[in-house]
């Protein structure tokens, strides 16, 4: 059983779509991380969040965190193809945990 | 140059081979990780250390060993391996913040 879950598991859209990917859990997080990893590449994180009903913005890229600390979402505007990646979220803490991630495909 | 690199990049052996997988970093921190990934389970913490002194099992670590010879460098052991140690392995570091900066993993086959 995954600790944070990650919907949708894929993601596949046209360039200047719009999109939002979930992850949720039954946990309260102190914090949560959003990683973006390409292929062939490690995760690189683009954000952390750690106040309930957070929301951060990176370019085209929205990142909110639920006001309970349960759950996030990530929102892309106007996606291009060089949005496509896996996107994972993380729980903060010693031992970080990932949610499975979705992948996303944006075709040009 | 990368700020964590691992060694090999690629690897295939068989059943029953011991394999070291090699991390350093240029960053200067202090915390070291191990994560593996499979497809629809994403990173799995496999052991964790935040000195030179200090080792800590993850969440998968049966099957596994580390070692951390000096800040710089953390290694990886499978003393047998199996083919469902198939995976990508992760390094990672991180300072005191939770923020983690990865390598650019490793491919292992185990046949």
């Known amino acids: 059983t995954q600790l944070l879950e990650q919907s949708p598991q894929f993601l596949s859209i046209q360039e200047g779509e719009n999109l939002t990917v979930y992850c949720n859990s039954s946990s309260v997080f102190s914090s949560l991380q959003w990683y973006r990893q390409e292929p062939g590449e490690g995760p690189v994180l683009l954000v952390t969040v750690v106040t309930g009903g957070e929301v951060k913005k990176l370019k085209r890229l929205t990142f909110q965190f ?3 600390r349960k759950d996030s979402s990530l929102h892309i505007t106007a996606a291009q193809p060089g949005d496509t990646g896996l996107y994972l979220c993380a729980k903060g803490g010693n031992d970080m945990r990932f949610g499975a991630g979705t992948r996303l495909t944006v075709k040009p | 140059d990368a700020d964590v690199t691992q060694t090999p990049r690629n690897r295939i052996t068989k059943t029953g081979k011991r394999i070291m997988l ?7 921190h202090d915390r070291m990780y191990w994560y593996r990934q499979d497809p629809g389970l994403g990173l799995r913490l496999i052991y964790y ?8 099992k993850g969440e998968i670590s049966d099957g596994y060993s580390v070692s951390r010879q000096a800040q710089a460098k953390f290694s990886l052991s499978l003393e047998s391996a199996i083919p469902n140690q198939t995976a990508l392995y992760f390094c990672a570091t991180s300072d005191l913040t939770t923020r983690r900066i990865f390598g650019p993993g490793t491919r292992l086959t185990v046949l």
């Open chain 1, 66 to 68: 639920g006001d309970a």
């Open chain 2, 49 to 56: 250390s935040f000195d030179v002194k200090d080792i800590n």
């Open chain 2, 22 to 28: 090699e991390c350093s970093q240029t960053k200067g």
